[in-house]
């Protein structure tokens, strides 16, 4: 089975490519040539994801599933939460995101956040929608190299390292993405089985 990943973000689809079966081609927008960023409309992030999977799907006719993921944290209110990518501006870095970030929460003692990802998908002219969340806190400075988005200052609970600092399988065990991802695969497991 062909399926789109609506995603330009290299490191987020090596990141679900890995937990696919091998039955399942997983192929980047890149893959099927579509270069244009699909626009965030949505106030929520399922809206947001499902924007996503609806454009590819309308203008390529493939299934496609996209997701959003927004980091909600406890003394913001849930910000950046649907605002997360764009946090500090709409041209800004994941660099200058989570040093917004640091800033808003200098002095805080309640650090707890959590990481919700949504996953839109359409298969056979329907829609389905999965969610993954994982639970943590924001620490007081950036740890690790590499990674993605706030994954230097998100540490998972029950760890002591931040997401960056883990193995990519833990990551993917733990984290947000890789639950909802698994929902998304035992779906696409039992469809096939039927």
Do not use: W
Request: some cysteine; aromatic content about 8%; charged content about 25%.
């Amino acid at each position: 089975m062909k399926l789109v990943f609506a995603t330009h973000n290299e490191n987020k689809f090596a990141e679900v490519k890995v937990l696919m079966p091998s039955h399942i081609q997983l192929v980047s927008l890149t893959d099927i040539g579509c270069t244009e960023d699909i626009p965030e409309t949505g106030s929520t992030l399922k809206a947001n994801a499902q924007i996503k999977a609806d454009y590819v799907t309308e203008k390529f006719n493939l299934s496609c599933f996209a997701d959003d993921t927004g980091l909600l944290v406890n003394a913001l209110n849930d910000a950046p939460g649907v605002y997360s990518a764009r946090y500090a501006g709409e041209q800004k870095s994941a660099e200058d995101n989570m040093n917004k970030l640091l800033m808003a929460l200098k002095g805080q003692s309640d650090r707890k956040a959590r990481f919700s990802t949504v996953i839109a998908l359409n298969l056979n002219d329907e829609r389905y929608s999965f969610e993954g969340t994982v639970e943590g806190e924001i620490v007081h400075q950036k740890k690790g190299a590499g990674g993605f988005g706030y994954d230097p200052i998100f540490r998972p609970d029950g760890y002591d390292k931040t997401f960056v600092e883990l193995p990519l399988e833990t990551k993917n065990k733990i984290g947000h993405r890789g639950k909802a991802i698994l929902l998304l695969i035992r779906f696409l497991e039992n469809s096939k089985s039927r």
